[in-house]
């Protein structure tokens, strides 16, 4: 069974940084894609970044140039860097995860999600 863990969330000043993980029970190479949605309190989940393969990565364009996104599969790890952080950055983050190579915005292409980490930005 799959069991996806982030952490990393917690609370920033508006331009600071955070860096959210995700840790895979199982070996991350057999997930073709993995991905961030992020949520807040009567909205539905937003795509933040994917990435297929090691390499092909998809960002929306509301934190295109201050997120990266990134995988170690030796270390069964998935990573958000969050950069230059704004308040309306602040939801739960959730991290996903897919055995097929896809490329997609969409959550319900996703099997697999963790428990979801807060992050709040303060301004």
């Known amino acids: 069974q799959v069991h996806l863990v982030e952490s990393g969330g917690g609370l920033v000043q508006a331009a600071g940084s955070l860096n959210l993980s995700c840790v895979a029970s199982?070996?991350?190479?057999?997930?073709?894609?993995m991905a961030w949605f992020r949520q807040t309190p009567g909205k539905d989940r937003e795509f933040v970044s994917s990435?297929?393969?090691?390499?092909?990565?998809t960002y929306a364009d509301s934190v295109k140039g201050r997120f990266i996104i990134s995988r170690d599969n030796a270390k069964n790890t998935l990573y958000l860097q969050m950069n230059s952080l704004k308040p309306e950055d602040t939801a739960v983050y959730y991290c996903t995860a897919v055995l097929g190579l896809i490329i997609s915005t969409n959550w319900n292409a996703y099997d697999y999600w963790g428990q979801g980490t807060q992050v709040t930005v303060s301004s």
């Open positions: 990435i297929a393969g090691t390499s092909t990565t």
């Open positions: 199982g070996r991350m190479y057999d997930f073709g894609a």
